[in-house]
């Protein structure tokens, strides 16, 4: 077995292998003598094929096989000896290699063009990052209490609507006289007071007793197409053009009235977290919506601060040898025409692939098959089988192996485990960039941070747009 490399460019090199018959021969003889050991054929006992029989009829086929394993294994065994970083993957160059006669020849050439991965470094302690510290206005933090106090309410059916009611009826489609329209919608709804849009519409149906009939317009009442749709039972195409006026006839009114605050209400609502008071629990409150938000401003901390290193990082990267590379190898198929018109796109995530790999070498992030059995048993599982106040020494070791065991068994879900590696991995990044960028801590309300947010996605879907425009131009 030969195989040697040679350059063809700054980042792209041209590898030849070179597989001889005795690279090969031992191992197809092998197989076609296993072949034959099952074979069957009319006047011979099975096993009892004549060996030139079944090398005529299978010899090609298998030599074929066995050829282009070691030629593939030989190709990946010199990448990692040599320790070449190979930027995508080797690609066939199909214009060097010569043509084949499967039957007639015994050594056969092979090309591949491969791209390299240019050296480059990332200095972190160069850039400059802002942290956003997102923190709930008392008007979000009452909100918040008070959709946790509906969510552990008490249901209640009451006499009279009233703003925060959901209404159970009919409702009929009716003609410009007020009669019930022939073919016209007739079908059972659902009404949230609350969610209808406009104000003297819901003055028609507070204060409404059961049974009670409201004649309005729902294309008037619910300017949400989609909530109109699912009002009227119909498709959102459908309620396009619906502006007919409708009866309701109320049949049940349910409210959902607020938990009190008591020490109920702090059990079920936190549990385990000791809350005693009313100024313990908006405490917990509020860390609550911190957390929730801790999550999303490391988030656009990643994001941003990624973009931010792929535009200020300098990589020349082999573009046209990528540009091939994504039509032969994706797996949608791209033809050279949606590669090329989203190039620009594609080329950044590239870079930010590379950066990632580089971060990664050089602070020694990497996320370990033990991690994930972690997150898995520590942060996933607890909530479907936490430890109980009351458990015994023994109940809580028997929940402790259960859940290990399950752990390790939701290892095996390939699609599930590769989305928590690449969670986990975002998570390292995300405390590496923290640890050694220049941060500035910067406080922001929840609406303050979702305009930031909302800015910056803005900002990043105009340049995408430029990038693309100007190729195209060019």
């Known amino acids: 077995m030969k195989v040697s ?79 070449i970083k190979v930027l995508g993957s080797p690609l066939a160059n199909d214009e060097k290699t010569p043509q084949i006669d499967w039957d007639k020849d015994t050594s056969f050439t092979f090309y591949f063009d491969i791209a390299l991965q240019p050296e480059f470094d990332v200095d972190l302690k160069k850039v ?46 009716l003609n410009e006289d007020g009669s019930k329209k022939e073919g016209g919608v007739d079908t059972n709804a659902t009404i949230f007071v609350d969610r209808i849009a406009l104000a003297t519409i819901k003055k028609k149906f507070e204060g409404k007793k059961k049974g009670a009939v409201v004649k309005f317009q729902p294309h008037k009442a619910f300017k949400d197409i989609q909530q109109l749709a699912t009002v009227l039972h119909k498709t959102t195409e459908e309620v ?82 990528l540009k091939r590379w994504m039509v032969e190898t994706s797996e949608n198929k791209l033809s050279k025409e949606d590669v090329e018109e989203n190039f620009a796109r594609y080329l950044d995530g590239i870079k930010w692939q590379l950066i990632e790999g580089k971060l990664a070498e050089k602070y020694s992030i990497e996320v370990k098959q033990q991690d994930i059995v972690d997150y898995y048993k520590n942060e996933l599982l607890p909530s479907y089988f936490p430890m109980m106040p009351d458990m015994t020494e023994e109940q809580k070791k028997e929940n402790d192996e259960r859940m290990d065991k399950m752990a390790h068994d939701m290892l095996r879900e390939q699609e599930q485990t590769r989305q928590v590696h690449n969670y986990l991995l975002d998570r390292q990044l995300t405390e590496c960039l923290k640890e050694n960028t220049s941060v500035t801590t910067k406080t922001l309300t929840i609406d303050e941070f979702i305009k930031e947010v909302n800015k910056f996605n803005e900002v990043a879907t105009k340049k995408a747009t430029k990038k693309t425009t100007k190729k195209e131009t060019k």
């Open 128 to 173: 400059k990052t802002t942290l956003y510290d997102v923190q709930p206005t008392d008007e979000t933090l009452d909100k918040f209490i008070e959709d946790i106090r509906l969510r552990y309410g008490k249901l209640e059916n009451p006499e009279v609507v009233a703003d925060k009611d959901m209404l159970y009826g009919h409702l009929e489609e």
């Open 240 to 321: 396009k053009e619906f502006t007919s006026e409708c009866s309701y006839t109320i049949d049940n009114i349910q409210r959902m009235n607020m938990a009190e605050m008591n020490q109920d209400f702090f059990d079920r609502a936190y549990k385990d977290k000791g809350i005693k008071t009313e100024e313990d629990f908006r405490k917990e409150a509020k860390e609550d919506i911190c957390r929730t938000y801790k999550r999303e401003s490391d988030n656009y901390f990643l994001n941003k601060t990624s973009e931010e290193l792929v535009s200020k990082t300098k990589l020349d990267l082999p573009e046209e040898f």
């Open 5 to 83: 490399q040679e350059k063809t460019g700054d980042l792209t090199a041209l590898i030849e292998i070179v597989v001889e018959e005795n690279d090969y021969q031992s191992e197809v003889d092998k197989k076609l003598k296993d072949q034959r050991k099952k074979m069957t054929m009319p006047g011979f006992r099975t096993g009892q094929v004549p060996f030139s029989m079944v090398k005529k009829m299978y010899g090609t086929p298998v030599k074929a096989q066995e050829i282009e394993r070691v030629m593939s294994e030989n190709l990946y065994k010199y990448i990692d000896e040599n320790k």
